[in-house]
């Protein structure tokens, strides 16, 4: 082989790096003869090589104890109301902190429902805003209009909260929320769920604003996923007499409908932990209703009203507990997402 | 589809043309809802939090009910206990994606660290703040900045771990290369050629890392709790903006709903005005 003459060094070595190699000049054949001061030299820049490798080590592992401890810290700190009021604390709706009575179901239902009311009105419209963005947007209105959809993603979410308590509220309560109840009234099934007075606040209000905070997270990721498909097969179907709509419907949404999915499961971790503009709107009553229109609760919203407040134990620990059920949500749907998303980046390369 | 097809069936094709319109209308129909939600939003918030934009503001401490004042002690608060966390997140943020991008590219440890700074990147900030109260409000017995400082680092680190990763790796191998060619040890080629590289991405990451911070509300309600009064002391209760605007606005005072809003307008257009920095950074290159 031709190579031959400068490969032994790397073959002898292995997995040494070439700093390593170098520090120690005399296992090089040919090398010239070390001086001293050359071979100290080397060796502090090689323990500076090493320092500097367990030290970025040591930060990444730091990233795993970060979780470790959240989980950790939440499983002790539930412990006393999980030996307290045993499983069935995520069962139980009772949450009375008079007599220390306390179960997890109104808060769970709560987050479900609020999460499910966003799911499905920022799907459908975060999806159509990617269509436009790919496939109808003129190329000079691209960067401003996915920017100002993106500006909604940086919006903190005590901003949501105080504008909907102040004004979304207020105009859902004047406006759309008699019109509701009145055009349901007399339908079976839908007049409970849409069942007066109108509040203004409460869960369907909550849900409402979750679905204009994760809108920009679904149309994100569809973006960069529609973004995604071969130009030669959108073509290929144009070609074939396709109109755009049949041409994503067909094509663009088939190819790239598990990079769709995980963006959907991303919004919808973060729609289930969202605290502060569900805290303002939702009324943080701990009762299940069957009507949208009533007030509720979540957990997040009942973590972040009562926690300072909660006097006893018990009262503290099913906050927490509360807070572990929370993680453990989003913990599985997170995962769930990212290994979607995984799985594209993998069969793309 | 043939074209005789069309010709022989202008049913069908009528159909597929107005089938078309509709999705095309609704698709112009959902961005404008999106685009719109947002024009809202700034507007309410210029319209309500602009009248109250006074000097006062920057200068006066958080007012009791019924008095006027500012809200310079709870800016201040947010400032400091953000600094704090940047500094205790950014260290660590770096080195973590320096690892996974430099070292560990390859290796089982480091997809389990980026599986996980993804999860800790969404993870519900609501919980962070239950984590920092069990490991250091609870054991020191008072709620105080450190805690809320601290809080604040955990959401800071995946932040900037994520983009340190992801402008390293933008980083040319041939650069890597040159330096290992002339004999620079590899901590010095990270330090001197792949960090100067990557350096705009890098303060992009703390840069929205900081926007993100700024906003930030669930996870200092019980680690720093709040202060109505001008406090240096990060042993002790410290204000917040997010807090105080959390604070003001369930309050059934005018005075205090009014500071609130100048509080939200004054937030938003620092958070805004960080991230379009950030991207602004980044998008140049």
């Not at chain 1, 050359?38 to 592992?61: C, E, I």
Request: charged share 10%; hydrophobic share 55%; net charge positive.
């Amino acid at each position: 082989m031709a190579s031959r003459g400068a490969i032994p060094i790397l073959r002898q070595y292995g997995r040494r790096t070439l700093t390593q190699s170098l520090a120690d000049p005399a296992s090089i054949p040919g090398a010239p003869a070390p001086t001293d001061r050359r071979t100290a030299r080397l060796n502090r820049l090689r323990a500076g090589d090493a320092l500097f490798r367990r030290m970025t080590r040591a930060a990444a592992l730091g990233v795993l104890l970060l979780l470790g401890g959240v989980i950790v810290s939440l499983l002790v700190g539930s412990t006393p109301a999980f030996l307290a009021f045993g499983p069935g604390f995520v069962t139980a709706e009772v949450w009375n902190p008079v007599t220390d009575q306390f179960g997890a179901l109104a808060p769970i239902h709560g987050t479900l429902v609020t999460s499910a009311i966003a799911m499905l009105i920022a799907v459908p419209i975060g999806i159509m805003i990617a269509f436009f963005l790919t496939e109808l947007c003129p190329m000079a209105l691209r960067r401003p209009i996915g920017m100002a959809i993106e500006l909604l993603a940086g919006v903190p979410s005590i901003i949501y909260g105080i504008w909907g308590l102040f004004v979304f509220a207020p105009f859902l309560q004047k406006y759309v929320q008699p019109l509701i109840i009145a055009t349901f009234e007399n339908v079976p099934l839908l007049s409970d769920l849409f069942a007066g007075p109108p509040y203004g606040i409460g869960v369907l209000t909550a849900g409402l604003i979750l679905a204009i905070m994760v809108l920009p997270f679904v149309t994100a990721i569809s973006r960069d996923v529609f973004d995604s498909v071969p130009p030669v097969m959108k073509e290929a179907a144009y070609g074939l007499g396709c109109t755009r709509w049949e041409v994503f419907r067909s094509v663009i949404l088939p190819y790239t409908r598990v990079g769709v999915i995980g963006g959907v499961m991303l919004g919808l971790g973060r729609a289930l932990g969202e605290t502060m503009a569900v805290t303002f709107v939702i009324g943080n009553a701990h009762r299940i209703s069957a009507s949208v229109l009533a007030p509720g609760t979540t957990i997040s919203a009942s973590i972040a009203n009562e926690f300072t407040e909660a006097v006893g134990d018990i009262y503290t620990s099913s906050l927490i507990a509360l807070g572990l059920i929370l993680f453990a949500i989003t913990f599985a749907v997170l995962s769930a997402a990212r290994l979607m998303l995984a799985r594209l980046d993998r069969g793309k390369s | 589809m043939t074209g005789t097809d069309q010709l022989a069936n202008p049913a069908l094709y009528r159909r597929r043309a107005r089938r078309n319109r509709l999705a095309v209308a609704l698709a112009y129909a959902a961005t404008a809802f999106g685009v719109g939600w947002i024009a809202v939003i700034l507007a309410v918030l210029l319209y309500k939090g602009i009248g109250g934009l006074s000097l006062a503001v920057f200068t006066e401490m958080t007012p009791p009910p019924g008095a006027a004042g500012g809200l310079l002690n709870a800016i201040a608060g947010s400032a400091v206990m953000t600094l704090l966390a940047v500094l205790i997140g950014t260290p660590v943020g770096v080195l973590a994606g320096t690892y996974l991008s430099e070292f560990g590219k390859h290796d089982r440890v480091s997809a389990i660290v980026r599986f996980v700074n993804d999860i800790l990147l969404s993870a519900p900030s609501v919980v962070v703040g239950l984590f920092v109260y069990e490991i250091m409000v609870a054991p020191m017995g008072h709620f105080s900045g450190y805690a809320g400082a601290v809080a604040l680092a955990v959401i800071v680190i995946p932040v900037v771990v994520r983009t340190t990763e992801d402008m390293l790796n933008l980083v040319p191998d041939t650069m890597r290369e040159a330096a290992a060619s002339i004999g620079l040890p590899r901590s010095h080629m990270i330090v001197h050629i792949a960090y100067r590289a990557a350096r705009a991405g890098i303060v992009t990451g703390i840069l929205l890392a900081v926007a993100r911070v700024s906003g930030e509300t669930a996870p200092l309600l019980f680690t720093a709790l709040n202060n109505q009064f001008w406090s240096m002391n990060m042993n002790g209760p410290m204000p917040s903006l997010p807090v105080v605007i959390f604070q003001f606005a369930l309050s059934p005072f005018a005075e205090w709903q009014k500071l609130a809003w100048t509080g939200a307008l004054i937030i938003t257009v620092t958070v805004l005005g960080l991230s379009v920095l950030a991207r602004s950074l980044t998008h140049r290159r």
